[in-house]
């Protein structure tokens, strides 16, 4: 049964920093791209990053390029996102989710098949 567990939200200062762990169980990324989402109250959940099963090819956000990056530890068989340079309106409960089928539309959430239970992240003075 596949299974993601994300953990390490919490509440930081605009300009703080945090990393986001995804941790997989019942699959191998090896065979499955990795897609992190966030939802703000009232909003749309929306796509922020995505790397592929080979870890080759990694999509962000416009709101995050530059301030988030995705990577992930094939023998820890989880997804980092480091996200540096918070601000508030990034804050959001942050979800991962995966999905085998490959390239088309990384950030549509339809096309996913498992998420995790999310991590709530508050940037905050």
């Known amino acids: 049964q596949l299974q993601l567990v994300e953990s390490g939200g919490g509440l930081v200062q605009p300009g703080g920093s945090l990393r986001l762990s995804c941790a997989a169980s019942?699959?191998?990324?090896?065979?499955?791209?990795i897609g992190w989402f966030r939802q703000a109250p009232g909003k749309e959940r929306e796509g922020v990053s995505y790397?592929?099963?080979?870890?080759?090819?990694?999509n962000y956000a416009d709101s995050v390029r530059g301030r988030f990056t995705i990577s992930r530890d094939i023998a820890k068989n989880t997804v980092y996102l480091q996200m540096n340079s918070l601000k508030p309106e990034d804050t959001a409960v942050y979800y991962c989710?995966?999905?085998?089928?490959?390239?088309?539309?990384?950030?549509?959430?339809?096309?996913?098949?498992?998420w995790g239970q999310g991590t709530q992240v508050t940037v905050s003075s």
């Open positions: 790397i592929n099963s080979s870890g080759g090819t990694t």
């Open positions: 989710a995966a999905r085998r089928l490959r390239g088309i539309r990384w950030s549509d959430s339809r096309l996913y098949d498992s």
């Open positions: 019942g699959f191998t990324l090896d065979y499955y791209a």
